[in-house]
């Protein structure tokens, strides 16, 4: 056996007759034991949540109504169930508009779920005419769940257009059995994604990443320093071994010892993982060798420590201040990366006329200075807001847009959204106050009608533009809703009496029983004969007649109903990119699958632009684009500036793509010459230059063992769960766009370079 | 290649530590230290705590990296991992790991010194047989006694059979037995003609074993030579006195010789008392420079029927030779005495 193999096994019998490791274990053996009857169990429930409230200030509008006596019949049936203190409530939001937070609503519609007596035959007659509540009608014996299905059903027929139906489907989370909480809006399938992707990176963070971690630290410490043991030394250097290789071998005794741990206990969570959970994740699996080497990063730090100070206290606080110093140094990277960089990082792009705009994922809309090269925000910069549109009206020279509270992962806010219209700014106008920072000094900027319940997009449409909602496809009518300010006006202000003006200003194209959820998406020819729209899995097919659309065909795709898609659309081919499944190539006329884009694999797409000669151009979330043909036959990867960290792309008038890449940059390109055309490459303000040249810099020399969770999450990822979305608008969160093993590397760079200087301190020391 | 004769060669030596990281002291641990061991010596390294004898092993064993002076061990840079192959250690104060028993401790020291299991099994028997430890290497050494575990690590040290065996205070803190066990152990070793370098303070194990002495004292040597040539080289060996042990009591010595003044008796003391004056003893120191002097006494006592137990010229012993070059060395630390390089 050679010698450095004696000593690792040594280790190996030494760790083996130390109860330390016993006693580990034991520990693992018992939170392993703890977790396992912790399970998820799938049922059925019909409770309200934040998913499936679309206005909720208009339920609170119509049932305060009702407290007054107002409202239909079953509105007021409703209201006469609810507990008193919430009547009390809504009385008095009827006399002064008192605000009602949603989380309030939901609890008490939850709590009319188990009431008896909400159905009443003379009030809830065309009940017995639905067919998913004809049998629970005339059962007079309903168990609780078909009694809360009963209800759910009264409930939404009292308040049509205002929730979306339950289909059931529930979750919950059990401890032996037993359901803990209320039930999640998920199915298990649905949930799964989120376990992989949010519990599954938050326990290795917390759990293993800071808590295993410090208790290996702690629990190896003494090791380096008692080599010193001056008997036992001494006799290992009379050996014909090097101080480097005997050093190196206790380092890796070290790891090896702590490998074993996280061994027995990755593969119980792997099981846990499987049995428990049905979640087959090898990805834990991988986690192994990866906190193996995030603890190698520590142990580099204590060894060193160990071989100058010889003292395992002296390890441990060295080790947790080295620690401290690379989660401050990477807290302010963050810190400064967020608000400069992931926060101002373009979402949309557009051109405007003669200029360029952006919209940010703050929910800001720049444009571009030409004079200062720099992207400048107009209509104020209020921030944390989902943007919807702009659109773009030339004839009215208009830009429409709307922002709304962020919320993710399909949660509604619950508030109606307003329309907001501005000019394009003139940009050699020094007077010009577009870009004032406060709404109210902008004289640009107008308030215009409150946009239909949930709108999901915004499109341009003829001379117009389009409004893709929960309920239907709107289109502005400019004329309207110019009448609609007039009574605003005369009203006197924002209040009950606008809700009742706002439907005017946008003409509903599609017919009333439009029965399309979420997830959802549409696209739209640039010829505006042909719509598409996507909800849950299905596709339908459109046509502009006259001032309305007419349903022509309908199809399904072979998905999951759950699965989020994006589409884009010409005459008569349709893309349609299912996220984690290769995308569909549709013939419009028949709506029939024609091809799938094998060359483009399984990947999650975030834009689909369509020229006005039909070409595709597709955008993964990764920042990879892809060209394909008019017809759908041809897909090739373009070699143009951004290729790889595109974040959004748009075609101006003349079939050229803007290319907003790089976090601020943004390029013209010839799609057919591949050759940039325009170049928007923002100069760096002060706090840039100092993120740049300062603080990244130095981030990137520092250490950086926390880096290591992102590969960690990486691997953590079901390749079809990369991008994690229930919703059309989670496609729009930003992604980092880094390779997932650049921390393996720098920290293995570190690691190598702790380890030499140990090597060379121990070579030069007298022991 | 034909290797030389000597095993180890010192040359100029010098070791000097510093201490405190703002206000330095420097202490000098070895000072100009040459010396040479030959194969096959049993060579005893003598001297009181903190004369640098550690330092010097350590050297050897490149352990410790020296300021000056050049130090070579069987033909091959000391420190070397060469040499290193080739010397067995016995270190000071050893300490085995807890979790060894003697027989895994064996192997772990084997397989350190680049042994196979089939060359370690071949010759754990026979060692353990030496030091006496058959029956017990089963036993965790957290479990031996003291005198135990240095014989486990006389055992490792041997095992690889070194040619140049260095033994750290072999026999520190050791009951009698203990001490008598590792002797046996070393004799055995001189026996088979090993080169042993051999540190201690225990000046009789020394005596008793080693073929040469170094005398180091405050880092520098002092002394160097077989034992013989310390002891002639002392200067109370020049003195000229024979000492004459007689049975009976102090009074029957002081009756023999109280009528005449014996020219060259120096002293009378009494080695041995006893109320049977045939079993006391008395010591004479006679003057011995002149013959006479000493044929006067034995006569004289003879003449009084007094027996003659023993009578020999008197030799300083290696503890007088010890003692008196370490306690000159304490009042002039620079004095070297009697050193004889080899």
Known sequence: MKPYFAILYDSFLESVSSKVLWILLLAWTLILAALFPLSLSQGESYAFNGTNIKSAKTILDQLAAASAGKGTRKQKAVFAKLDQEFQGILKQRQANQTRISVGKLIDSLNKLLLVKDLYDKEIW?????????????????????????????????????????????????????????????????????????????????????????????????????????????????????????????????????????????????????????????????????????????????????????????????????????????????FFFDLNLNLQNQTQRIYSVGDTTMIGTQQGRLQFWDDESRQWKTAFGDRNGQKLLGPVWVPNDNAIYFARSRQMPFGFRSGENVTLELGRAPDLKDPNDTT???????????????????????????????????????????????????????????????????????????????????????????????????????????????????????????????????????????????????????????????????????????????????????????????????????????????GQGKAIAIQFNESDQLWIA??????????????????????????????????????????????????????????????????????????????????????????????????????????? | MQSSATAIEVADLSKTYQEGLIFRKIHNALNNITLSVQRGEVFGLLGPNGAGKTTLIKILLGILHPNQGTARVLDMAAGSKSARRKIGYLPENLVFPRHHTGRSALYFYGRLSEMSDSEIASKERELFDLVSLTGREHEPVRRYSKGMRQRL???????????????????????????????????????????????????????????????????????????DELIENHPDASKATVIVEVLGSAQQVQDATQNCVISGMQSVQSVQDSKDSQSAIQRISVDATNQANVDKVVDQLRAASVSIYRMERFRPTLEQVFMSIVGSVSAQPNAKINSSPH
């Open chain 1, 125 to 333: 007659t065309t009940a017995g005419k639905r067919s998913e509540l004809k049998d629970l009608v005339e059962n007079e014996n309903r168990s609780p769940i078909e009694l809360e299905r009963l209800n759910r059903g009264l409930i939404d027929l009292a308040f049509e257009g205002s929730i979306e139906s339950s289909s059931g489907q529930a979750s919950w989370v059990t401890y032996g059995g037993i359901k803990l909480g209320s039930a999640l809006p998920l199915s298990i399938n649905q949930a799964k994604p989120f376990i992989e992707t949010g519990i599954f990176p938050l326990v290795m963070r917390l759990g293993l990443g800071i808590g295993a971690m410090f208790v290996a630290i702690i629990i190896t410490s003494p090791m380096i320093p008692d080599m010193f043991q001056p008997g036992s030394l001494h006799l290992l250097l009379s050996k014909p071994i090097s101080r480097s290789v005997l050093f190196l071998t206790k380092f890796v005794g070290g790891c090896t010892f702590v490998a074993f741990n996280i061994v027995y206990l990755l593969i119980g969570l792997y099981l846990y993982a499987g049995l428990r959970l049905d979640i087959w994740n090898t990805g834990i699996l991988w986690c192994i060798p990866l906190f193996i080497f995030m603890f190698m990063i520590f142990y580099s730090v204590s060894a060193l420590v160990g071989l100058i100070w010889k003292n395992p206290i002296i390890c441990v606080v060295v080790t947790a201040m080295f620690w401290a110093l690379c989660l401050g140094v990477g807290w302010i990277h």
């Open chain 1, 435 to 641: 870009f004032k920072t406060k709404l109210w000094d902008d004289g640009r900027l107008d308030s215009g009608p409150e946009l239909p319940p949930e709108p999901q997009q915004f499109f341009k449409w003829k001379n117009t533009f389009g409004v893709f909602a929960q309920d239907g496809i709107y289109a502005y009518d400019a004329e309207t809703a110019a009448k609609a300010e007039q009574q605003k006006s005369m009203f006197g202000g924002f209040g009950f009496g606008i809700a009742k003006t706002v439907l005017p200003a946008y003409k509903l194209l599609t017919p009333k029983n439009w029965d399309l959820t979420r997830p959802m998406d549409i696209g739209v020819a640039p010829s505006m004969e042909h719509v598409i729209t996507y909800s849950r899995g299905k596709l339908k097919h459109w046509t502009s007649q006259n001032d309305s659309l007419e349903e022509v065909g309908k199809a399904s795709l072979e998905i999951p109903d759950e699965t989020v898609a994006i589409l884009g659309t010409n005459d008569r081919t349709c893309i349609v990119c299912p996220i984690g499944v290769v995308p569909f190539v549709i013939d419009v006329e028949t709506l029939q699958v024609r091809k799938r884009l094998d060359d483009v694999g399984e990947a999650a797409f975030k834009q689909i632009k369509v020229d006005s000669k039909g070409r595709f151009v597709l955008l993964t979330t990764d920042g990879t684009l892809w060209e394909v043909d008019a017809d759908g036959e041809k897909c090739t990867k373009p070699s143009v500036i």
């Open chain 2, 153 to 227: 690590g006389l055992a490792q040290s041997m095992l690889h059979d070194p040619d140049l065996l260095i033994f750290d205070e072999p026999t520190d803190g050791l009951d009698p037995m203990g001490r008598s066990q590792i002797r046996d152990v070393l004799f055995q070793l001189k026996q088979r003609g090993k080169t042993v370098f051999l540190n201690s303070h225990i000046l009789q194990e020394v005596e008793l074993i080693c073929d040469r002495v170094a005398i180091m004292a405050l880092g520098k040597l002092r002394g160097i030579g077989t034992i």
């Open chain 1, 661 to 767: 890449h790089s976090g601020k940059r943004a390029d013209l390109v010839d799609l057919d010459s591949k050759k940039s055309l325009l170049s928007r490459n923002p100069k760096l303000g002060i706090a840039e230059s100092i993120f740049a040249y300062v603080i990244n810099p130095f981030y990137q020399v520092n250490p950086k063992p926390a880096a290591v969770n992102e590969t960690i999450e990486f691997v953590l990822k079901n390749p079809k769960n990369k991008t994690l979305a229930i919703d059309r608008t989670d496609l729009d969160v930003p992604k980092v766009v880094s390779d997932p093993w650049t921390p393996i590397w720098s920290n293995l760079a570190f690691v190598v370079v702790m380890l030499t200087v140990s090597c060379w301190y121990l070579y030069r020391q007298d022991l």
